[in-house]
T-cell receptor
Framework: AQSVAQPEDQVNVAEGNPLTVKCTYSVSGNPYLFWYVQYPNRGLQFLLKYITGDNLVKGSYGFEAEFNKSQTSFHLKKPSALVSDSALYFCAVRDHRGFQKLVFGTGTRLLVSP | GAVVSQHPSRVICKSGTSVKIECRSLDFQATTMFWYRQFPKQSLMLMATSNEGSKATYEQGVEKDKFLINHASLTLSTLTVTSAHPEDSSFYIC?????????????FGQGTRLTVV
């Protein structure tokens, strides 16, 4: 079965510093990987995806993610964090079977301090 | 980008009543829509997959008679929580994936905060 793991419940970083939110995956076949962000009482906003091609994927709001096949990881990164980046971040993998639903990680809360 | 509109954003209802939540794809057609439930500080739990013109597919443990799903058109799916109880209070989120070939990411509604009193 497809799954993703987000090992950190919370990540704290100071504004201006680089941030990394970790995600590892377990899939059969080629992974379709996604990052979404959720602000309080809101739905999820799409940030970026990896389907194929370059391992470094660039997305919205200055975020990027690096696909690493050997480490089965897809960590989310940003060179310089903003206070407004504080939110809940979800990694997800698409199930290739059936309706191709998204399987989400448990989420990582990012807190960026001024 | 593609927009998914979910309505209402908040609803408070009395125990025993039913509540309908709408999910609309505004600028694309979606053969398949997904309904999730999210408990505080937890991840999204897929409840069911909604397909236009056919019965919804429910995840294990989700009561299909309690959570009625209707996918009436390629742009509208509804979730009705029947005979709601306080334990049904939660944040419900829908998502939709464009039907065109090659579409990969799903787009999410704003969510509905349901409170049953």
């Amino acid at each position: 079965a497809q799954s993703v793991a987000q090992p950190e419940d919370q990540v704290n970083v100071a504004e201006g510093n680089p941030l990394t939110v970790k995600c590892t995956y377990s899939v059969s076949g080629n992974p379709y990987l996604f990052w979404y962000v959720q602000y309080p009482n809101r739905g999820l906003q799409f940030l970026l995806k990896y389907i194929t091609g370059d391992n470094l994927v660039k997305g919205s709001y200055g975020f990027e993610a690096e696909f690493n096949k050997s480490q089965t990881s897809f960590h989310l990164k940003k060179p310089s964090a903003l206070v407004s980046d504080s939110a809940l971040y979800f990694c997800a993998v698409r199930d290739h079977r059936g309706f191709q639903k998204l399987v989400f990680g448990t989420g990582t809360r990012l807190l960026v301090s001024p | 980008g593609a927009v998914v509109s979910q309505h209402p954003s908040r609803v408070i209802c009395k125990s025993g009543t039913s509540v309908k939540i709408e999910c609309r794809s505004l600028d694309f057609q979606a053969t398949t829509m997904f309904w999730y439930r999210q408990f505080p500080k937890q991840s999204l739990m897929l409840m069911a997959t909604s397909n236009e013109g056919s019965k919804a597919t429910y995840e294990q443990g989700v009561e299909k008679d309690k959570f009625l799903i209707n996918h009436a058109s390629l742009t509208l799916s509804t979730l009705t929580v029947t005979s709601a109880h306080p334990e049904d209070s939660s944040f419900y989120i829908c998502s939709a994936r464009p039907r065109q070939t090659g579409a990969t990411e799903a787009f999410f509604g704003q969510g509905t905060r349901l409170t049953v009193v």
